[in-house]
């Protein structure tokens, strides 16, 4: 019986040091460089941000902060790298909205979208502007509805890929709008600007931060912007609602991923110190220059953006019939 008891002491105190442990660890953090993913190539709108975060959180925690690209597979390889990853804090991902639309069109997903991941936090979103070719003749959003009335089936939109949001933007204004598209999607972005500043397809769905050069160069007409109110990296464009079709919403957030399972008080301390970066005014001054805005929430406030995202994508995904080999 001494024996026994013996042992339940031994088991008692070495849970009671691994808790103590645990808790002085997540006290410390962070006390070593973090790595942060995001599932994107350099270069694009994700990288900056994610550098504008890390060199701020370097900054205040004395922590190198480490940008790494993780593309392909439509994100998934990042995401996955993100979910194996230990769940203690110093392995985090900024993502996008593609997060969310990958749960309803990819069937074969190696994670859950939900469960496999802890929210951390959203830091940014950026509208979505409609950009016609040149050579299209209209030069207002009802203008170009007349004309694809005028011409069902005949107008191509582009995207960077199928299913992801620039795709689900097009299938959601033909279903309000009430006109007939075809769909050409595109292994990037890069290439479906190129065609339709050319003119190989008629109108593109793009976040600000891409479009907006095009635009204020001349190359491409800018017809109306998603949100409530104008951006002011495009103030000459109005919104949806402006332009005769309200209730057309549509946009990129950037958020803050880490493993499911990392520790709340790590997650609260991360969440509190990008809710702080992201208010800052040079923060701001870039986030405007990039034609994107600070778009702050805590944990649970981006946990249920997920949910409510998942669900309002599945929609526009079943309805339109969008399947990945389209």
């Known amino acids: 019986m001494n024996a026994f008891n013996a042992m339940v002491r031994m088991v008692a105190t070495g849970v009671l040091m691994g808790l103590i442990g645990s808790a002085a660890a997540q006290q410390n953090y962070p006390n070593k460089p973090i790595r942060f993913i995001t599932p994107y190539p350099p270069g694009g709108a994700t990288t900056i941000v994610a550098r504008l975060i890390g060199q701020k959180l370097t900054d205040s925690w004395g922590q190198q902060v480490l940008v790494d690209n993780r593309p392909g597979g439509n994100t998934i390889i990042g995401s996955e790298a993100l979910v194996r990853s230990p769940p203690d804090g110093y392995t985090i991902m900024l993502t996008t909205t593609i997060h969310v639309t990958n749960a309803s069109l990819i069937p074969y997903l190696p994670y859950d979208s939900v469960k496999d991941f802890a929210a951390v936090a959203t830091v940014s979103r950026s509208e979505y502007v409609l950009v016609l070719s040149p050579s299209v003749p209209a030069n207002n959003l009802q203008g170009f509805i007349a004309l694809a009335k005028s011409r069902p089936g005949q107008l191509n939109f582009g995207s960077a890929g199928t299913g992801g949001p620039q795709h689900l933007a097009g299938e959601l204004f033909s279903m309000m709008a009430g006109i007939k598209m075809q769909h050409i999607p595109y292994k990037g972005g890069g290439q479906v600007f190129a065609d339709l500043i050319s003119g190989q397809v008629q109108l593109l769905f793009s976040n600000t931060f891409n479009a907006v050069p095009h635009i204020k160069n001349g ?26 079709l309200p209730g057309f919403e549509v946009r990129t957030w950037y958020g803050v991923f880490a493993p499911a399972g990392t520790p709340k008080a790590v997650i609260d301390k991360l969440s509190t110190e990008i809710a702080k970066i992201m208010a800052l005014p040079d923060i701001k001054e870039r986030l405007d220059s990039l034609g994107a805005e600070p778009f702050i929430s805590t944990s649970d406030q981006f946990a249920s953006l997920v949910r409510a995202d998942i669900a309002r994508y599945a929609k526009i995904i079943k309805s339109a019939n969008i399947k990945l080999e389209n």
Do not use: M, N, Y
């Open 219 to 244: 190359q491409l007409k800018a017809i109306a912007i998603t949100g409530e109110t104008r951006s002011s990296a495009l103030p000459q464009v109005p919104t949806f609602a402006e332009a005769g």
